[in-house]
């Protein structure tokens, strides 16, 4: 296996357990935030755990936007660059 | 490897960082310090990837900076060649005197032109090594740049500040490292405006002046001389006292224009480095 087909693993991995991990985040920062416990800290910290799964789940849907975007610009701007002016002396 | 392979290990270890950033922020751990990576590293994807996808962007402008700047490959190896030539003859030369000194003097004569050669092999090394840098850099630059680019883009700045370096060093000294024939003759021929060197008023010494334009229109001729400020230098007294500073000159000038070069390209590297965002240290908590 070159390292290349290993990176490419490691990032189907990466997004398979990314999703898996938004869902229990979400799942556990909502009986965080519902539990019968009178604790502001907790329930902060369960609205924190929501917040965070929710901008996960959506740096994973637009990731691949993004990257698009970055490789478009970046090719308008790999056009060769004009020839630099010579100086003439009068 | 080459470059494109590193191109696009950089363009996939940065999606990797990029997953890596999501998964960390979708964790439901919440301890700040390891949050903090998510978003970090997130940034540094994208960091990355615009490098990546910019590689030739990059190139282009340095090829342009370089152009500007009147940077020329031939001209540096032509300066060099012709500088390690000047430096081994005066090598071969100076080992072929031995052999016209009459066998009485011989040893002591060997000797001091031994001492003599291994001062100049100090000078043929460095051009050697300004040579050999040059070289390394004219052919694989693009090479070094895209290394540096994968080493970035390694996940969570294992690598960050070895791969701005590579990539700085790369662009800075292929941009730079061809005007050094500039800076050497700056470095070795200062300018002097105001300050001409005059013909021996008597035998023996010699004066230097400063002249003013002011000084020179208004005062008449014998006067103008009195007034002149008069610096006496000693003459050699002899060849050889001529040839050993023509020799320390050659050796001073190249090694210490080399040295001073390098540095300060290592200098501006460094500095690009640290713009580039290297030297991020690793934190995990």
Redesign the interface.
């Known amino acids: 296996m070159d390292i290349l087909t290993l990176i490419k693993n490691f990032i189907d991995r990466a997004v398979i357990i990314s999703w898996f991990l938004f869902l229990l985040t979400w799942v556990i920062g909502w009986a965080i935030k519902g539990s019968p416990i009178p604790i502001g800290k907790a329930r902060r910290v369960g609205q924190g755990l929501i917040e965070d799964a929710v901008w996960g789940a959506f740096w994973i849907a637009v990731g691949s936007t993004i990257f698009w975007l970055i490789y478009y610009i970046a090719s308008m701007l790999s056009t060769k660059f004009p020839n630099p002016p010579m100086p003439q002396l009068p | 490897m080459s470059l494109g392979d590193f191109l ?2 950089a363009y ?2 940065s ?2 960082t ?6 960390i ?4 751990i ?1 301890i700040t310090g390891l ?1 903090r990576w ?1 978003p970090r590293l ?1 940034s540094d994807a ?1 960091f990355v ?2 490098l990546t ?2 590689f ?2 990059i190139l ?2 340095a ?2 900076i370089a ?2 700047l009147g940077s020329d490959w031939v001209r540096y190896f032509g300066f060099l060649n012709a500088q390690l030539t000047a430096q081994l003859s005066m090598i071969f030369g100076l080992s072929a005197l031995t052999k016209f000194v009459p066998p009485k003097f011989a040893p002591i004569i060997s000797k001091l032109i031994s001492s003599l050669v291994g001062k100049l092999m100090w000078a043929v090394y460095a051009t050697m090594f300004m040579y050999i840098i040059g070289f390394v850099i004219y052919k694989d630059y693009t090479l070094f740049a895209s290394l540096g680019i994968a080493l970035m883009a390694i996940p969570f700045r294992i690598a960050r500040g070895a791969g701005a370096f590579l990539l700085a060093f790369s662009l800075v000294f292929f941009v730079a490292l061809p005007l050094y024939p500039a800076f050497f003759s700056m470095i070795v021929v200062p300018p002097k405006p105001n300050v001409e060197i005059y013909e021996p008023y008597q035998q023996g010494v010699r004066h230097y002046e400063h002249s003013s334009p002011i000084l020179d229109l208004a005062i008449p001729h014998p006067l103008r001389t009195m007034l002149r400020m008069q610096i006496p230098v000693s003459q050699p007294p002899n060849g050889f006292t001529k040839l050993l500073s023509t020799i320390a000159r050659v050796v001073y000038a190249v090694l210490l224009a080399s040295v001073l070069y390098l540095t300060l390209l290592l200098s501006i590297s460094v500095g690009l480095a640290r713009a580039l965002g290297g030297f991020g240290r690793l934190r995990v908590l």
């Open positions: 696009e290990l996939y270890l999606i990797l990029f997953y890596l950033g999501v998964l922020y979708a964790l439901p919440p949050k998510g997130i994208f990837a615009s996808f910019g030739y962007a282009n402008a090829n342009y152009q500007v």
